[in-house]
């Protein structure tokens, strides 16, 4: 988002449909990802304020753009902050920098940036990303022009702390197979993500993509089809998407009375290596990832190669009992969600499995009390290849925690 955009008749759509969830009670939280504006004619489409017939879908809204927009180019996005167009919500406006960076700071610039946009936005159930471009599923903060575009992780981070998501995104020139399947790209990141879309069609078409816990899936199908009900029917369509369960099947989500988690008996490191030639890859839970970027690795403490670059000790971890079938709905959102609400950070690992759930060490009782308390079942397991019983891996977790304590001392 530029401050030169704010009013753009893109602007009234986005807008008219936050206003909207609003007030359906849904708490707000907007991350501008605003960048510098670039003196092109971008946002010079205001034109609709001069016709009164655009007045219909939402006169206090149309009225409060035609104000902000009379100020020219002193315009911005936090006039609409604090016009309180929307009720409720919290806004984060810091700039990116990104392009204006050395290319070695923008990764950790942009971490920071986006730790601090969780702390202003963490009251919120509803995020909302506002990025110039919308969504790229190849780009990285470390790109030239990446500050223009919301990133999967991101996205995920939102989602796995307990909130839903709707990012901004284009259409663009992609065919309608290739744009079909650019709506769920996001479900090879949060595999029981429910997504909905809806597209507002004047102008450049703008598609908002709704990425939903599964056990919220109905409310805001729900909302947003009553907002299509409204006088904004004349400018929004309906998307549809595949792979989303079914009404009928939203009785087969998984509640937590029906989950078994495991304490494994490990004490985790999270890495980053050169090259995997000092992995053993045959040692129990050594999970490697790599991609374009980075070579990661996470495995127990002990195992750690002498060639890593960066290590982040002191994870313990859970894993979800059983095998998972793909089509299992709310599994690991459910988990997330508990301890997302108890203040525990996690870092998730999803096998063709399972999914193990790593907290830090100094957060594991909590962890383990929050679980518990909504209703996970701690299952004791049979005997493991070194003679130790399931039973038993609590008491080696704090054990393991009491021996890393005074190796670091």
Same mark, same amino acid.
């Given at each position: /988002?530029?401050?030169?955009?704010?009013? @753009?008749?893109? @602007?009234?759509?986005?807008?008219?449909?936050?206003?909207?969830?609003?007030?359906?009670?849904?708490?707000?939280?907007?991350?501008?990802?605003?960048?510098?504006?670039?003196?092109s004619a971008d946002g010079k489409y205001t034109s609709y304020l001069e016709n009164p017939a655009e007045r219909v879908c939402d006169p206090e809204l149309f009225d409060a753009l035609k104000e902000i927009v009379s100020h020219g180019k002193n315009k911005s996005v936090k006039m609409v902050q604090d016009a %309180?167009?929307?009720?409720?919500?919290?806004?984060?406006?810091?700039?990116?920098k990104g392009s204006k960076l050395e290319v070695s700071a923008r990764e950790w610039d942009r971490r920071l940036w986006f730790n601090n946009s969780t702390l202003i936005l963490g009251d919120s159930e509803l995020i909302f990303a506002d990025p110039d471009? %919308?969504?790229? !599923?190849?780009?990285?903060?470390?790109?030239?022009?990446?500050?223009?575009?919301?990133?999967?992780?991101?996205?995920?981070?939102?989602?796995?702390?307990?909130?839903?998501?709707?990012?901004? &995104?284009?259409?663009?020139?992609?065919?309608?197979?290739?744009?079909?399947?650019?709506?769920t790209q996001i479900r090879q990141y949060i595999r029981d993500a429910q997504i909905l879309a809806v #597209?507002? &069609?004047?102008?450049?078409?703008?598609?908002?993509i709704f990425v939903i816990h599964p056990d919220c899936y109905q409310k805001y199908e729900q909302m947003?089809?009553?907002?299509?009900?409204?006088?904004? &029917?004349? /400018?929004?369509?309906?998307? #549809?998407?595949? %792979?989303?369960?079914?009404?009928?099947?939203?009785? /087969?989500?998984?509640?937590s009375t029906r989950i078994s988690i495991e304490v494994l008996s490990v004490l985790f490191s999270v890495c980053k290596v050169p090259d995997y030639s000092g992995v053993d890859i045959g040692q129990p839970f050594v999970f490697i990832g790599s991609t374009d970027e980075?070579?990661?690795?996470? &495995?127990?403490?002990?195992?750690?190669?002498?060639?890593?670059?960066?290590?982040?000790?002191?994870?313990v971890g859970f894993r979800i009992c059983g095998e998972l079938e793909f089509s299992?709905?709310?599994?690991?959102? %459910?988990?997330?969600?508990?301890?997302?609400?108890?203040?525990?950070?996690? !870092?998730v690992i999803s096998t063709y499995n399972t999914d193990y759930i790593l907290v830090?060490?100094?957060?594991?009782?909590?962890?383990?009390?929050?679980?518990?308390?909504?209703?996970?079942?701690?299952? #004791?397991?049979?005997? @493991?290849?070194?003679?130790?019983?399931?039973?038993?891996?609590?008491?080696?977790?704090?054990k393991m925690r009491r021996r890393n304590d005074r190796r670091n001392l």
């Amino acid at each position: /988002m530029k401050n030169q955009y704010t009013g @753009d008749i893109g @602007d009234y759509g986005k807008y008219g449909l936050l206003r909207f969830l609003a007030r359906q009670g849904i708490r707000i939280g907007i991350n501008w990802y605003l960048t510098d504006d670039d003196n092109s004619a971008d946002g010079k489409y205001t034109s609709y304020l001069e016709n009164p017939a655009e007045r219909v879908c939402d006169p206090e809204l149309f009225d409060a753009l035609k104000e902000i927009v009379s100020h020219g180019k002193n315009k911005s996005v936090k006039m609409v902050q604090d016009a %309180g167009l929307i009720s409720g919500a919290e806004y984060f406006g810091e700039k990116l920098k990104g392009s204006k960076l050395e290319v070695s700071a923008r990764e950790w610039d942009r971490r920071l940036w986006f730790n601090n946009s969780t702390l202003i936005l963490g009251d919120s159930e509803l995020i909302f990303a506002d990025p110039d471009n %919308g969504i790229s !599923f190849t780009k990285t903060a470390r790109n030239k022009d990446g500050e223009k575009f919301v990133l999967p992780e991101e996205i995920c981070r939102y989602y796995y702390e307990g909130r839903n998501v709707v990012y901004y &995104c284009h259409k663009g020139r992609r065919k309608q197979e290739d744009w079909e399947k650019a709506k769920t790209q996001i479900r090879q990141y949060i595999r029981d993500a429910q997504i909905l879309a809806v #597209t507002f &069609c004047r102008g450049t078409q703008r598609s908002y993509i709704f990425v939903i816990h599964p056990d919220c899936y109905q409310k805001y199908e729900q909302m947003l089809k009553e907002f299509l009900q409204t006088e904004w &029917c004349r /400018m929004f369509r309906w998307e #549809t998407v595949k %792979g989303n369960v079914s009404t009928a099947g939203m009785n /087969m989500l998984i509640d937590s009375t029906r989950i078994s988690i495991e304490v494994l008996s490990v004490l985790f490191s999270v890495c980053k290596v050169p090259d995997y030639s000092g992995v053993d890859i045959g040692q129990p839970f050594v999970f490697i990832g790599s991609t374009d970027e980075e070579k990661s690795l996470v &495995c127990p403490y002990e195992f750690v190669p002498a060639n890593t670059t960066h290590r982040d000790d002191g994870w313990v971890g859970f894993r979800i009992c059983g095998e998972l079938e793909f089509s299992l709905i709310g599994v690991l959102a %459910g988990i997330s969600k508990v301890l997302a609400e108890n203040e525990v950070g996690i !870092f998730v690992i999803s096998t063709y499995n399972t999914d193990y759930i790593l907290v830090k060490k100094e957060n594991f009782e909590k962890a383990s009390r929050a679980l518990r308390e909504a209703g996970y079942i701690f299952r #004791t397991t049979p005997m @493991d290849n070194s003679g130790n019983k399931g039973e038993e891996n609590e008491r080696k977790v704090s054990k393991m925690r009491r021996r890393n304590d005074r190796r670091n001392l």
